[in-house]
């Protein structure tokens, strides 16, 4: 055999390789974007429609005709179409017997009605066979190509082959099909889109209020009460100032309320005795947001760091640097260095840099692309033992700012406590009690309870 030949040969399984037509029902903004992608993609595309006249707006090498025409050339049908006309497919059933139906559909409201469009395709059109998939992917992404954040396209049904023939599709256009399984799973499918941000929703929330309160109670202390009792106007703390007292006392909080819910969680196990319980409803919530309560965390310690650097460019800092050494020159005396006072503000520092190093890495370690290549033990060890060192870290650097403070009279305006004071209060907490936790008289029972240990086993073996 000559070295052409050869090569013949291996390009023969291409040219059988010629894709399949595909049927989309429906002329609009989505099944053109779709019709458009699959013409890209090498794919015949054939429109079933009202009108059959052709629009420019079509894809050019489309084809369109009426629904039962367009139906007859393809085995896989693309519905893009709203569910609320679905019922003009009736009429179609003979026609679609053994066909693919795709549903795409979305809805407007979450659950909004009592059963799936996907599911009530199948309940229309009992002899087709219907696939859920392309509904979390928007007309827009398909057109303007920007597909890299939602690459994914879930599929569902009740038939494997047929999952398969829109798999293929799926992979084809360059997506990646995620299988969801039976038809089943399209209420879920459905509602995808229709969410916003649920995760976030809780430490959104819980930050715009405590930040809101510990904003107006700067503002109390620090801009009304020196206007009232001292007479100076510092209203222009609220730039830099207030914000840079909010944004630390808001990380050091967040970060410790992402350790609160497993110790509230071992507290209850240890009591029950048992893991085979459920946990509390608010607890499980406060469990699942808690990679979200410490990236905002990580936000709040970022703007905190930013807010400090710009800190000699102010000019009220230099006016009270430079007003120091006036008074200095004025009164003939230099103050020796305090050791002490220059110990204690590097080590502050230096706390707050370690602790903000690992709260960087900490986020790094959420990120799914750095998580999904640890296994279980790295996560935990970086989540949990280098989680707890920066919230360690942490508080030191807010106690050894503040830690002269404490008995000093001046530091209780109104009788209230400094911000400072009150953001320690959860970390403390949390600190004080997960060291009680690691002694071994607790942390044996524990152990044993997660690793299914019961101290009143119902079902006795
Ligand atoms: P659209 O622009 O309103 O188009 C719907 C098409 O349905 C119309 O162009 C029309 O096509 C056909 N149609 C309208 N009324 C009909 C009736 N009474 N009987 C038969 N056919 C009728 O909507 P779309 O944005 O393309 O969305 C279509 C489906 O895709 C929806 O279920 C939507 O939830 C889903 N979806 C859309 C997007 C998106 O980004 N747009 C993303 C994901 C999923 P003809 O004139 O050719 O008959």
Redesign the pocket.
């Known amino acids: 055999m000559n070295k052409n030949s050869s090569n013949i040969m291996a390009l023969a399984p291409n040219t059988s390789n010629k894709r399949e037509t595909v049927c989309i ?9 779709l019709g458009h992608k699959m013409i890209q993609s090498g794919y015949p595309v054939v ?5 059959t006249q052709i629009s420019n707006l079509i894809p050019k090498d489309a084809e ?1 005709l009426g ?1 039962a025409e367009a139906a007859q050339k393809a085995a896989v049908i693309i ?7 679905y019922n ?1 497919l009736t009429p179609l059933a003979e026609v679609l017997r053994g066909k693919v139906l795709v549903d ?4 407007l409201k979450l659950n909004q009605y009592p059963e799936s ?1 996907a599911e009530h395709l199948a309940q229309l059109l009992p002899g087709s066979k219907v696939v859920k998939a ?9 057109q303007s190509g920007t597909l890299d954040a939602s690459r994914q396209v879930f599929v569902c049904g009740d038939d494997v082959e047929a999952k398969q023939m829109v798999m293929n599709i799926v992979r084809a256009l360059g997506l990646t099909p995620v299988d969801k399984g039976s038809l089943l799973a399209a209420q879920e499918i459905e509602n995808y ?1 229709l969410q916003l941000f649920p995760m976030w929703k809780f430490p959104m929330f819980l930050s715009l209020g405590l930040t809101a309160f510990f904003f107006f109670y700067c503002l109390a202390l620090d801009v009304i009460y020196t206007y009232i009792y001292e007479k100076n106007n510092f209203s222009f703390f609220i730039a830099i100032t207030i914000p840079n007292r909010v944004c630390p006392v808001m990380a050091l909080i967040l970060l410790a309320l992402v350790y609160l819910p497993g110790i509230f969680a071992a507290i209850i196990q240890l009591y029950r005795g048992t893991k085979y319980r459920r946990f509390p409803d608010w607890l499980d919530k406060w469990m699942l947001c808690r990679k979200q309560l410490g990236l905002i965390a990580l936000a709040f310690a970022s703007l905190h760091a930013v807010f400090t650097l710009v800190t000699p460019m102010r000019a009220f800092v230099s006016w009270r640097t430079s007003k120091g050494i006036i008074s200095q020159v004025l009164n003939n005396k230099t103050e020796p260095l305090n050791n002490t006072n220059a110990w204690l503000s590097d080590s502050y520092l230096a706390l707050g840099i370690l602790g903000y190093f690992l709260f960087v890495l900490l986020g790094i370690t959420s990120l799914p692309s750095v998580s999904n290549n640890v296994n279980w033990r790295e996560f935990r060890f970086v989540q949990s033992k280098l989680g707890y060192l920066a919230l360690i870290l942490c508080t030191a650097h807010t106690l050894v700012y503040g830690g002269k403070w404490f008995l000093s009279p001046s530091a209780y305006k109104w009788y209230l406590p400094n911000i400072y004071m009150l953001s320690l209060v959860v970390p403390c907490a949390v600190l004080v009690i997960k060291f009680v936790l690691i002694f071994p008289c607790i942390d044996k029972p524990l152990t044993q309870i997660r690793q299914g240990w019961e101290r009143n086993p119902k079902h006795s073996h």
């Open positions: 029902f429906g002329t609009g903004d989505f099944g053109r974007a429109y079933g429609s009202r009108s369109v629904h519905i893009a179409i709203q569910r609320q006309h003009f795409i559909s979305n809805n469009n392309f509904n979390t992917v928007s007309a827009w992404a398909l889109p």
